[in-house]
């Protein structure tokens, strides 16, 4: 069965930094596309960024460009999320999400697999 563990969250200033990570298993991690989504308290799911199989095509959301990045390492079946210059409007419950795709998508639904999700809480 496919799981997805994600780790690193926590409560920080604005301005700080942090970094995600998702580690999955029970799937062929290599073949599988990525991705970050959030939740804040009383909003819809959004995305936050993708990435293909291979790593070599992300894609951001227009709030988090030139502050997140997203990477992988396919040798330890891992996604990272890494978070700069973050504010009070990146708090949120951060998910990660695997695709059975070599391609990335932007839209939750096209995600097949979920991680229980990781809370970062940004003070101002």
Not at 39 to 62: L, M, P
Not at 82 to 95: G, R
Request: charged share 15%; with cysteine; aromatic share 12%.
């Amino acid at each position: 069965q496919v799981q997805l563990v994600e780790s690193g969250g926590g409560l920080v200033q604005a301005g700080d930094s942090l970094r995600l990570s998702c580690v999955a298993s029970g799937l062929t991690f290599s073949s599988s596309s990525m991705g970050w989504f959030r939740q804040a308290s009383g909003k819809e799911r959004e995305f936050v960024a993708a990435i293909n199989w291979g790593g070599a095509n992300t894609y951001y959301a227009d709030s988090v460009k030139g502050r997140f990045t997203i990477s992988r390492d396919n040798g330890k079946k891992t996604v990272y999320l890494q978070m700069n210059s973050l504010k009070p409007e990146d708090t949120a419950v951060y998910y990660c999400a695997a695709r059975a795709s070599l391609y990335t998508a932007t839209t939750s639904k096209s995600y097949h697999y979920w991680g229980q999700g990781t809370q970062v809480t940004v003070s101002a």
